[in-house]
C-alpha cells in the first residue's frame, strides 16, 4: 500500500454539488487549494481560502477561458515523477510545484446537446482544458488522485481520515479508471455529435471510428444465464423507457427483466394514448398479447386472453396513466414487471401488496418516430444502425387482389403489422377487433410461424370457451414478403380473409394469384420489419 500525502489539490468544476463540503474536509487536512472562475468564487463565498490558477501559471485566464489551465506550471505539477531526479531538477529549475489531487468534472457537453442549443453553444461547451488536466492527472495516479464524480468525494475524504491525509494506491488506480472512462466518454459524445451534426449536412458515408459509452446504472447479479456477468449501462441518450424509469416497488431487475421490459415499452409507444388505451404483454422479448381498447382495463383484458399461458410471469407495459382498476386485474395474475408512463394512487396501492412485482415509472413514452441507434456486438466488432421507425399508413399500402379490404379488416391489417415490427423475424401476427388473436414469432419458416400463430388462437378459444379462434375473419400481417404461396395458404386455412406484407418477391405474382383463389384482400406495404 503505497500512501501519497495530499498537500496541493486543484479544483476546477461544473458540477457543484458537494463541492464545498469536499473543500472543507480537504482543508482541515491543511491541503492548499487552487481553483479557477466559479469554482473559486463558491469555494470563496464559502469562506475557504484559495489562490486562483493564474496565480500559479503567471497567466491570466484568457480568450473567453478557453485558455487557463493548459499550462506547464499546472500540468507540469501533475505529470512529474516526484522521485525521479531529473524530474524533481527540471521542477526545482522552473519553479514548478507538485499538485497532488485534481477534482475535475467536465462542461455539460451532454446536457448542451439534450436540451437542443445551436452549433455554436454546443462548441463552446467542449470542454479543453478539463480533460486535459484529466488525463495529466490518471497518467501519474502513482502520486496523484484524481475524482471526477461528486459520489467519490466521501471515499477519498474517508481515506484521508485514514490515512493521516495520504491515499492509497489501490484507490488512486480506481479513480484513474472513472477518470479515463469519464473522458471517453465525453470523447464519444462530442464526436457523435458531429457525426449527427455531418449526417444533417448530408454526409452518406458512415464515421470512420464510432464511439460507444455508457454510465454504469445499475450492477446486475447475472446475465442471460446465472453463469454469465452482467451490468446496465445508460447511454444518455434523451428516451422515455427502462433506462429513465424510477423503480416504485420490487425486487432488483434482472437483465432478462430489462431486456424484455425495453421491447414492450417500445411496442406500446407506438399507439398514441389520445387515441388508444393500449398494452403489450410480453415474455422473452416478444410480444403474447397486444391490444387497443377505450380504457387500460379493457385492453389488458384482449391482451390477456390472446395466450394467458404465455402471460405467466411475463411483463406488462401500458401507453397511459395506471388507475386502481387496471392494477386490480393485473395482481390476480404473476407478473415480473410493469411499465408505465405514470401510475395513480390507487394503482400504487393496489400493487404495493405484491412485495415481488416491479412497477416501474418511465415518465413519458419514446417518440417512435425518431431514430437514434441500436447496436449489437459480434466477434471482434458491433453492427450499429439507426432504430427501426418505420411507419405505414393506409395512405402507403397498395392493394394487390381482386378483393378491397373492408375498413375494419383496414385498421387490423395496419395493427397487426405494427405489432410484426416488434416481434422476432419469422413473424406472422393474426389481428381481430384491434387485438392479437395469434403470434408466431421467430420460426426458420414463416409457414411455421402462421401454423404456430393459428394453433395459440385454437388454444386461446378453447381456454375461453368461444365458439371458434379469433383467427377466423381476421387480418394477419407478414414482416417479410412470401417467398411461396404456401405461407398465405396456411393463413387462409386459419380463417383470415386479410394480409399485409411487405411484397418484393420474385414470386409475387404466385402469391396474389394464390390469395385472389382463396378470397383474400391483399395489401403490400412496401417496408420491411426484420427483428433479429
Known amino acids: 500500500m503505497t500512501l501519497r500525502p495530499i498537500r496541493r489539490a486543484l479544483l476546477s468544476v461544473s458540477d457543484k454539488s458537494g463541492l464545498v463540503e469536499f473543500a472543507k474536509g480537504l482543508a482541515k487536512h491543511g491541503v492548499a487549494l487552487i481553483s ?16 486562483d490558477v493564474s496565480e500559479v501559471t503567471g497567466f491570466p485566464e484568457m480568450m473567453d477561458g478557453r485558455v487557463k489551465t493548459l499550462h506547464p ?106 477518470a479515463y472512462a469519464r473522458t471517453a466518454a465525453y470523447d464519444a459524445a462530442v464526436s457523435n455529435w458531429f457525426a449527427d451534426q455531418l449526417a444533417k449536412e448530408g454526409e452518406k458515408s458512415p464515421p470512420r471510428r464510432r464511439a460507444l459509452a455508457g454510465s454504469l446504472r445499475q450492477s446486475l447479479r447475472y446475465g442471460e444465464n446465472p453463469h454469465q456477468e452482467a451490468a446496465f449501462y445508460v447511454t444518455g441518450e434523451k428516451r422515455f423507457g427502462v433506462s429513465t424509469a424510477e423503480q416504485v416497488q420490487g425486487k432488483e ?48 383484458e384482449k391482451a390477456l386472453a390472446c395466450d394467458p399461458v404465455s402471460a405467466f410471469g411475463g411483463i406488462v407495459a401500458f401507453n397511459r396513466t395506471l388507475d386502481g382498476a387496471t392494477a386490480e386485474l393485473i395482481s390476480k395474475l404473476f407478473t415480473e414487471v410493469i411499465i408505465v408512463p405514470d401510475a395513480d394512487a390507487d394503482a400504487r396501492r393496489v400493487l404495493a401488496a405484491k412485495k415481488n412485482l416491479r412497477l416501474l415509472i418511465a415518465g413519458g413514452l419514446p417518440d417512435p418516430a425518431t431514430a437514434g441507434l441500436t447496436c449489437k456486438t459480434v466477434s471482434g466488432g458491433f453492427l450499429v444502425q439507426t432504430r427501426d421507425n418505420g411507419h405505414i399508413t393506409r395512405a402507403d399500402l397498395k392493394i394487390v387482389t381482386k378483393r378491397q379490404p373492408s375498413e375494419s379488416e383496414l385498421a387490423d391489417m395496419l395493427f397487426a403489422f405494427t405489432v410484426g415490427k416488434h416481434v422476432k423475424s419469422n413473424t406472422i401476427v393474426y389481428a381481430k377487433g384491434l387485438t392479437t388473436a395469434g403470434i408466431g414469432a421467430g420460426q426458420m419458416s414463416r409457414v411455421d410461424s402462421a401454423h404456430i400463430a393459428a394453433e395459440k388462437a385454437r388454444a386461446a378459444a378453447k381456454t375461453a370457451g368461444w365458439p371458434q379462434p379469433m383467427t377466423i375473419g381476421s387480418a394477419a400481417a407478414s414482416d417479410a414478403f412470401f417467398p ?49
Open 36 to 51: 479557477t472562475g466559479g469554482t473559486a468564487k463558491a469555494l470563496r463565498d464559502a469562506g475557504l481560502k484559495v489562490a
Open 484 to 532: 411461396f404461396p404456401d405461407g398465405l395458404l396456411e393463413i387462409a386455412e386459419a380463417g383470415a380473409t386479410a394480409v399485409i406484407q411487405p411484397g418484393g418477391s420474385i414470386r409475387d405474382n404466385d402469391v396474389i394469384e394464390a390469395a385472389d383463389k382463396a378470397g383474400l384482400a391483399m395489401a403490400f406495404t412496401g417496408m420491411r420489419h426484420f427483428r433479429h
Open 253 to 300: 431487475l434482472s437483465y432478462n427483466n430489462i431486456n424484455d421490459t425495453d421491447a414492450a415499452y417500445e411496442l406500446v409507444a407506438e399507439f398514441d394514448p389520445r387515441t388508444s388505451a393500449a398494452c403489450a404483454i410480453i415474455k422473452h422479448a416478444n410480444p403474447c398479447g397486444v391490444a387497443l381498447a377505450g380504457s387500460l382495463h379493457e385492453a389488458y
Open 73 to 178: 506550471m499546472v500540468h507540469g505539477g501533475f505529470l512529474a515523477l516526484r522521485d525521479k531526479p531529473d524530474h524533481a531538477e527540471a521542477m526545482k529549475a522552473h519553479g514548478i510545484e507538485g499538485i497532488d489531487l485534481l477534482v475535475c468534472n467536465l462542461y455539460p457537453f451532454e446536457a448542451t446537446v439534450a436540451k437542443g442549443a445551436d452549433f455554436e453553444e454546443t462548441i463552446e461547451n467542449i470542454d479543453i482544458g478539463g480533460p486535459a488536466m484529466t488525463r495529466s492527472a490518471a497518467k501519474n495516479h502513482d502520486w496523484v488522485t484524481v475524482v471526477v464524480d461528486p459520489e467519490d468525494y466521501a471515499t477519498v475524504l474517508a481515506e484521508l481520515n485514514a490515512n493521516k491525509g495520504s491515499t492509497t494506491l489501490a484507490l488512486r488506480r480506481k479513480l484513474a479508471q472513472i
